[in-house]
Nanobody
């Protein structure tokens, strides 16, 4: 399983970006996919995730109402639509896939749930 993230860039406060995560291999045999982000000097934090079974979507409180996760099974791609961007959203964004674990509401937010990671794409929001 390989994940390729793209779509990052520089945007002004209040702007929008859409990140894509394309899977190669058995990605859509995974149980869930998620987006995490990591700002310089900080830990990698959960942004949002989607479970394939049932399509349940979960978000971090900091992005709820602004970010939307969606998927396109035909394209083996998961998207992160980001609206109302703020400078504090600036980070490297990583997509991840859970293949060997079946996350539930509490575990979908954990780094340890995911066994496949993309290379990251940089998002910079200017003030």
């Amino acid at each position: 399983v390989q994940l390729q993230a793209s779509g990052g860039g520089l945007v002004q406060t209040g702007g929008s970006l859409t990140l894509s995560c394309a899977g190669f291999g058995r990605t859509f045999s995974s149980n869930a996919m998620a987006w995490f982000r990591q700002a310089p000097g900080k830990e990698r934090d959960f942004v949002g995730g989607i479970r394939w079974s049932g399509g349940n979507v979960y978000y971090a409180e900091s992005v709820k109402g602004r970010f939307t996760i969606s998927r396109d099974n035909a394209k083996n791609t998961v998207y992160l639509q980001m609206n109302g961007l703020k400078p504090e959203d600036s980070a490297v964004y990583y997509c991840a896939a859970a293949v060997s674990r079946r996350p539930i509401m509490t575990t979908i937010r954990l780094l340890s749930t995911y066994d496949n990671w993309g290379q990251g794409t940089l998002v910079t929001v200017s003030s």
